[in-house]
């Protein structure tokens, strides 16, 4: 029931379709090599109509690649407990040619130790424990439409973390990000907090139809965030082997002296989501709604559907809209999403190997 659960609920994650389709190029004496990846092109338009700066841009329609990525996964037997691994994975822009840039992102390296009995540790650039085990289950959408914590929170690069065995379907997690200012000339490159370390954690309970997540997040200004303190509590139940409903909770703390640094930024806030994924043969459906109260500004809703289709095992086709209704601080009329005309959309087809 579990395995059931992961795989609709995470069917546009790269995790789900990477370890389905990766190629073990490599295993022999307990050492196993496999390369993974996918090639992801579509057409997107609509969404917001002002960047960052308060500068109107063109929401038109555009060929895009799709978040294309090639990956390889290591790991060795050091003894019937202990597994040494390693993850290497890139982007690329699969939608045009890229003179001199073959890769343009390393997406994720780390190195780490795997315990059955001990947990596991890892160290390097990789996607935040907060999404992993408590973010998740609403992280389904390929591209726009997850309002709680992604996967780049506090997170890729210069991290360590732990994670505990499962302990009667309980995991606990702990994962420290650090900002560091080593070579900096002091009064130039160098900021008033120094260096920083911004931590994270909490627990995680997964038996039968039940998945829930507890954690928090030390949201340092050095990270994007506002300086405070992020708690989030999400849930799913997995009613049936096809349908699946989540319900989730996410706040951060208020910051009186934080200055917004754009449009799309915000401060405290609270944020209720809602959501639910069936699947049918090789169709599947998600459709997610979110509550959102920022600190000083208007409540503003958020929506997302998507629809997915497996050709075969490694080809499917996709169609996402979302609408994330953020207020702007632009003007009080205006706002980053509108239900008549500037509804971000996305459809495609990927790729897996």
């Known amino acids: 029931m579990k395995k059931t659960l992961l795989a609709t609920a995470i069917i546009g994650a790269l995790g789900a379709s990477a370890a389905a389709q990766a190629a073990t190029v490599y295993d022999q004496d307990g050492t196993k090599l496999d390369v993974y990846g996918r090639i992801a092109m579509g057409i997107a338009g609509g969404g917001p109509e002002y960047n960052d700066a308060g500068q109107e841009i063109d929401d038109g329609v555009e060929f895009v690649d799709v978040f294309s990525r090639l990956g390889l996964r290591m790991s060795q037997e050091v003894t019937s407990d202990l597994t040494a691994f390693g993850r290497l994975e890139w982007r690329f822009r699969a939608d045009e040619r890229r003179s001199g840039e073959a890769f343009r992102e390393t ?48 997170s890729r690069g210069d991290s360590i973390g732990y ?112 959501g639910a994924t069936y699947t049918t043969g090789p169709w599947a459906f998600t459709g997610d709604f979110y509550n959102i109260e920022r600190d000083g500004e208007e409540t503003s809703k958020s929506w997302a559907l998507g629809s997915y289709y497996k050709v075969s095992s490694a080809f499917d086709v996709f169609v996402e809209v979302a609408d994330a209704d953020a207020v702007s601080r632009i003007d009080s009329d205006t706002r980053l999403g509108d239900l008549t005309d500037d509804v971000y959309w996305l459809t495609g087809a990927r790729y897996h190997f």
């Open 163 to 274: 994670y505990t065995p499962d302990l009667e379907g309980f995991t606990a997690f702990l994962q420290l990000k650090h900002y560091s200012e080593r070579g900096e000339v002091e009064g130039v490159g160098t900021t008033e907090e120094g260096a920083v370390v911004a931590p994270q954690g909490g627990v995680r309970y997964a038996q039968g139809p039940v998945t829930v997540g507890l954690g928090f997040v030390e949201d340092v200004q050095r990270g994007g965030g506002n300086g405070e303190m992020l708690y989030g509590l999400i849930g799913q139940y997995q009613f049936t082997d096809q349908f699946s409903a989540r319900l989730g909770y996410e706040m951060r703390d208020n910051n009186s002296g934080y200055d917004l640094r754009g449009a799309n930024d915000e401060n405290g806030y609270d944020k209720v989501g809602l």
């Open 107 to 154: 997406r994720q390296s780390y190195i780490g130790l795997q315990s059955n009995q001990f947990g596991t540790f890892q160290a390097g650039n990789f996607d935040s424990f907060y999404n992993q085990f408590v973010s998740l289950p609403f992280d389904v959408y390929i591209d726009q439409g997850l309002e709680f914590a992604g996967h780049p929170k506090q």
